[in-house]
């Protein structure tokens, strides 16, 4: 058990440009959560996928965040036409089917300048 | 929609001793879960205890214990005998259970604990 990994851990991005993230989950892990954390606050979930299905979004997923999980495994979260409001920490997190408790992974500070 | 609310944004203690976190929550379901989460300074988030809404038993995890009161929607998360490792942030998180699988988490709180 190698933990949820993430890729990678800072980016800095000018305005308008594109990036994503990468998250890999605990291997018998079937969900994957994606959440965003800015200064000062607890993280606000993004998304949610039970294997390679993404079953809930937020509102806070705007139409320029998108996520996918080929094949229930890592997931990534690619965002469009960044925004200096995209500035965050992006946390991803996994769970099996049989405890409740989430492993959260380090974490990807985006920065957008 | 749930709502999760930490009232002290900042908090120490003096090794060794006591400490309590407060958590309080809004929700209208019967049966659900209560976490709370360590995240160290640039480390990543780990969960310290949680409790099912339908135990009556207090969660005990070490030198962590909770207090659960359903009836008042509190839970409070209690550090016996701190230890400089103890320096975080704690967020208290709620999951409604069910399909909804999303944690909704308060805004933290910093505990820092001094020698």
């Known amino acids: 058990d190698t933990g949820v990994s993430q890729d990678p851990r800072h980016k800095i991005t000018k305005r308008g440009q594109n990036v994503t993230f990468r998250c890999d989950p605990i291997?018998?892990?079937?969900?994957l959560y994606w959440y965003r954390q800015t200064l000062g606050q607890g993280p606000e979930f993004l998304t949610y996928f039970q294997n390679e299905a993404q079953l809930e979004k937020s509102r806070l997923l705007s139409d320029r965040f998108s996520a996918e999980r080929p094949k229930g495994s890592f997931s990534t979260l690619e965002i469009q036409r960044t925004e200096q409001g995209d500035s965050a920490m992006y946390l991803c997190?996994?769970?099996?089917?049989?405890?409740?408790?989430?492993?959260f992974g380090p974490g990807t500070r985006l920065t957008v300048t | 929609a749930q709502t999760v609310t930490q009232s002290q944004p900042e908090m120490s203690v003096q090794e060794a001793e006591t400490v309590t976190l407060s958590c309080t929550y809004d929700?209208?379901?019967?049966?659900?879960?209560l976490f709370w989460y360590k995240q160290p300074p640039s480390r990543q988030m780990i969960l310290v205890i949680r409790q099912e809404a339908y135990k009556q038993q207090n969660a005990t995890e070490n030198r962590f214990s909770v207090n659960f009161q359903k009836a008042a929607k509190s839970f409070s998360l209690k550090i016996s005998d701190s230890q400089l490792g103890d320096t975080a942030m704690y967020f208290c998180?709620?999951?409604?259970?069910?399909?909804?699988?999303?944690?909704?988490f308060g805004k933290g709180t910093l505990l820092t604990v001094n020698p």
């Open positions: 998180a709620f999951w409604s259970g069910g399909s909804n699988y999303k944690l909704t």
């Open positions: 291997s018998e892990h079937n969900r």
């Open positions: 929700t209208s379901e019967n049966n659900y879960y």
């Open positions: 997190a996994s769970s099996s089917g049989q405890g409740h408790e989430q492993y």
